[in-house]
């Protein structure tokens, strides 16, 4: 990547920033995905507050516009501090001059109707109330497998209400095929079209254990499919060849730092032990902006695919993984590789100061 665009993270959680800042290690270590979850990230979502949330948000939309990156769409959980939350991230994206797509994912995982109830509030809440230039809102569901087929349902309802769409996890891993076969539903995917969630513009992250039919029918329906490559490996949730049936495939980190050259890297290695050629797989950071491009500076077709006067530069002499230059709405945000809207380094020292009182948050709500 050398110049051009502004780049675009299509699926991400801010709130994991601080996590490379010591965040302790699960004991015993996690067997599964799913135990994953409930003993790393969603053991963190529940300590999060609007001090280490507002501490991770401010650092992550710095760094990254430091790797370029000009459009972040955000998938938040805060159990612990749902009103609000999304003002938070707003802020900080507004502030340090990132655009971002914000939506709370409303789940049932910790206090039932309820708890979902108060996610979908909040992304009503945001979505009637948001005035900053640069943040768009959605509705979001954490996850299928999470939800009840009456929060789906009202989740369609709410986005069909707004004129708005669903950001959802789908199919990341087999659980989440399980639960939806269990409940009497093909899978996920066919789970939330049922139900009428899935609205044109929806954006589904991850599809890894979706078919080529499948994928096929979410690009009818409008749909936007994104692929996380390194949180997938990570993760061992295996690689999703069916997403190269859709042309309307993004790229995302799920958390992992907003760094596209590194998550294209990924990306190209774990393609090429599947048989994807390179041209598949670039066509994804051009999803990206594509999607940016709908979000931000109106219909794909109409304009190069750009968030509207955006742009990113990179040069040899500035160190791997910095852009050179990161315009935002036509504000220069980063010059010679030095970011230009806030201190990073008194940002880093925020997280650093602000990490051990959250795992210490960690350790006190358990698993």
């Known amino acids: 990547?050398?110049?051009?665009?502004?780049?675009a993270n299509a699926h991400t959680h801010v709130y994991s920033a601080l996590a490379p800042y010591g965040m302790p290690a699960p004991e015993p270590p996690p067997r599964s995905f799913v135990e994953i979850l409930e003993r790393v990230w969603w053991r963190l979502d529940r300590a999060l507050d609007e001090r280490s949330l507002a501490a991770g948000a401010r650092l992550y939309a710095a760094e990254a516009l430091l790797a370029g990156t000009t459009v972040l769409v955000d998938h938040h959980e805060s159990p612990g501090f749902i009103e609000g939350s999304l003002d938070v991230i707003a802020d900080a994206c507004q502030e340090l001059g990132v655009r971002a797509l914000v939506g709370y994912g409303a789940t049932e995982r910790n206090g039932g109707a309820g708890e979902a109830g108060r996610g979908l509030a909040e992304c009503r809440r945001f979505l009637l109330g948001n005035r900053r230039p640069l943040v768009r809102g959605c509705v979001a569901l954490h996850?299928?497998?999470?939800?009840?087929?009456?929060t789906i349902r009202a989740a369609g309802a709410l986005c069909r209400e707004l004129g708005t769409f669903l950001h959802v996890h789908v199919a990341e891993d087999g659980a989440d095929v399980t639960d939806a076969r269990r409940r009497g539903y093909r899978g996920p995917l066919e789970r939330l079209h049922e139900l009428g969630a899935l609205v044109p513009g929806s954006i589904l992250a991850h599809g890894v254990f979706l078919d080529a039919d499948q994928v096929r029918r979410a690009e009818s329906w409008g749909c936007w499919l994104v692929q996380n490559p390194r949180s997938n490996r990570g993760n061992r949730v295996g690689y999703p060849p069916a997403l190269s049936a859709s042309g309307r495939v993004a790229l995302g980190t799920d958390g992992y730092p907003a760094d596209l050259e590194q998550e294209l890297a990924a990306l190209h290695e774990g393609g090429a032990g599947h048989g994807e050629p390179a041209s598949t797989l670039g066509a994804?950071?051009?999803?990206?902006?594509?999607?940016?491009?709908?979000?931000?500076?109106?219909?794909?077709?109409?304009?190069?695919p750009s968030a509207t006067n955006d742009a990113t530069a990179f040069t040899r002499e500035v160190r791997a993984a910095r852009a050179a230059l990161t315009v935002v709405d036509g504000r220069t945000v980063v010059e010679r590789g030095r970011l230009l809207s806030g201190d990073i380094e008194a940002l880093r020292a925020a997280a650093r100061e602000e990490a051990p009182r959250l795992w210490r948050r960690m350790t006190e709500v358990g698993s």
């Open 143 to 150: 996850a299928s497998f999470t939800v009840s087929d009456d």
């Open 1 to 7: 990547m050398n110049g051009g665009g502004g780049l």
């Open 284 to 304: 994804r950071l051009y999803g990206s902006q594509r999607l940016a491009r709908e979000l931000f500076g109106g219909e794909a077709a109409a304009a190069p």
